[in-house]
């Protein structure tokens, strides 16, 4: 995903979880620095609990995910890239990408 992006993406701070377990590898073949955020200190993962929240308007918590296809996966990126963000001058994350290529 990274190297589709190259050169658009400085950083990413990651949490603990099992899946940024090879984060150096990552940075090896990329040249992306990976910064990892405390443990219980949401607040150095702005966006991500940020996108977090909006999923979460889709897939309220304690929902199972045992239904959720890949369909529905895609429905929700979509829904969200279509968004306007108050950060992004009101612009949807989708534009953004655009007039970065």
């Not at 992006?5 to 377990?21: P, S, W």
């Not at 990976?34 to 609990?49: I, L, V």
Request: proline letters at 5%.
């Amino acid at each position: 995903m990274l190297s589709l992006h190259a050169g658009r993406v400085a950083t990413v701070t990651a949490d603990d979880g099992t899946e940024f377990h090879s984060y150096a590898e990552i940075e090896r073949a990329t040249g992306v620095p990976f910064y990892c955020a405390t443990p219980h200190h949401s607040w150095e993962r702005d966006a991500d609990e940020n996108t977090n929240g909006l999923i979460r308007q889709c897939l309220p918590k304690r929902t199972s995910m045992a239904h959720v296809t890949q369909a529905d996966l895609d429905a929700i990126a979509r829904t969200l890239n279509t968004r306007p963000r108050k950060r992004l001058g009101f612009r949807t994350p989708e534009e953004c990408c655009a007039e970065a290529i």
